[in-house]
């Protein structure tokens, strides 16, 4: 089936600087991938769709200066958290869609974010 | 893509049958109902997902009801490791998924 790598898995970081995640689809092209952020005990919230060769598209409230999502290839999206603060301490998602099908949209394992 | 209402949360022994309900009355005609489960600090993992006929795999059974406006996720014998949070989610697949609350379902030994 389908597979999604995210990295890191986790990773700690000091107030003010950035960060970057990578989530790569291994065995497809995904033109479109998702950015999701999970903090404890809550739901999966969308924060926005990244799209191959063309700007992201954010969800209202989500900054988009703050988190710089960089879609270069059909295999690869980056989200970087800029000026890392506690507050974004979160568990970010990532997901690709690879079309029609049973597992149409993958999900990578998730990066647990610590800003200290 | 039409939202879902399911209950919070439910207890299942542990080789019983665990059957999860979804509400989704407004679904439209293009949309099907997809399941996912997400374990305690993972990303969410696929089950099943269905148009308007019952579905089954290696995973789980999806019954829909001829009207659509509901399905119920079944996991024949439940284990300890299916102890998660499942989320029945509707959409045309063209789009992002929204997730709602999900249902937190505790395998009991």
């Known amino acids: 089936g389908a597979v999604v790598s995210q990295h890191p898995s986790w990773v700690i970081c000091k107030s003010g600087t950035s960060v970057k995640i990578e989530c790569r689809s291994l065995?497809?092209?995904?033109?479109?991938m998702f950015w999701y952020r999970q903090f404890p005990k809550q739901s999966l919230m969308l924060m926005a769709t990244s799209n191959e060769g063309s700007k992201a598209t954010y969800e209202q409230g989500v900054e988009k200066d703050k988190f710089l999502i960089n879609h270069a290839s059909l295999t690869l999206s980056t989200l970087t958290v800029t000026s890392a603060h506690p507050e974004d301490s979160s568990f970010y998602i990532c997901?690709?869609?690879?079309?029609?099908?049973?597992?149409?949209?993958?999900f990578g394992s998730g990066t647990r974010l610590t800003v200290v | 893509d039409a939202k879902t209402t399911q209950p919070t949360s439910m207890d299942c022994a542990e080789g019983r049958a665990a059957n999860l309900p979804c509400n989704h009355s407004t679904i439209s005609g293009n949309e099907y109902v997809y399941w996912y489960r997400q374990i305690h600090s993972q990303g969410p993992q696929y089950i099943i997902h269905?148009?308007?006929n019952n579905e089954t795999n290696e995973m789980a059974s999806l019954i829909i009801t001829e009207d659509r406006k509901s399905s119920t996720l079944i996991l024949p014998h439940a284990t300890l490791r299916d102890t998660a949070v499942y989320y029945c989610?509707?959409?045309?697949?063209?789009?992002?998924?929204?997730f709602g609350t999900g249902t937190r379902l505790t395998v009991i030994p």
């Open positions: 065995d497809f092209q995904a033109t479109t």
């Open positions: 997901s690709a869609n690879r079309g029609w099908g049973e597992d149409g949209y993958t």
């Open positions: 269905g148009l308007k």
């Open positions: 989610i509707v959409t045309t697949g063209a789009n992002n998924l929204f």
